[in-house]
């Protein structure tokens, strides 16, 4: 299984999707966590794939899809951000804003 097999497994266009099952068994990983995760490497090095839940992966035909993808990628990213901003505020107070230095006081 080469990176290169996925990028090209995976089609372009929503309508044209590919499912989670077929990707993984033309792609010949292991199980669905290793394709998980062989995407991601490809998300973080320029790669644009986008995983619609009920019909699969593709990649945008036209930026429209393209911007419905940033769209939903950008809210979900925000509202992550949002769900750690009380932590951060504990943290802050008890002096351990970084994971690092709350593992150093720790260990």
Same mark, same amino acid.
């Given at each position: 299984m080469t990176l290169d097999v996925i990028v090209n497994a995976i089609p372009t266009g929503e309508r044209n999707a590919i499912s989670m099952a077929t990707l993984r068994d033309v792609s010949r990983c292991a199980n669905e966590r290793e394709l998980r995760?062989?995407? =991601?490497?490809?998300?973080?090095? +320029? =790669?644009?794939?986008?995983?619609? +839940?009920?019909?699969?992966?593709?990649?945008?035909?036209?930026?429209?899809?393209l911007f419905k993808y940033y769209n939903r990628t950008h809210k979900r990213a925000m509202t992550n951000l949002m769900s750690l901003k009380h932590a951060r505020r504990i943290l802050k107070e008890n002096g351990a804003l970084w994971h690092d230095t709350y593992t150093q006081r720790t260990s």
């Open positions: 995760r062989c995407i =991601e490497h490809l998300r973080t090095n +320029s =790669e644009i794939i986008i995983c619609s +839940s009920d019909k699969g992966y593709y990649r945008p035909e036209n930026m429209q899809e």
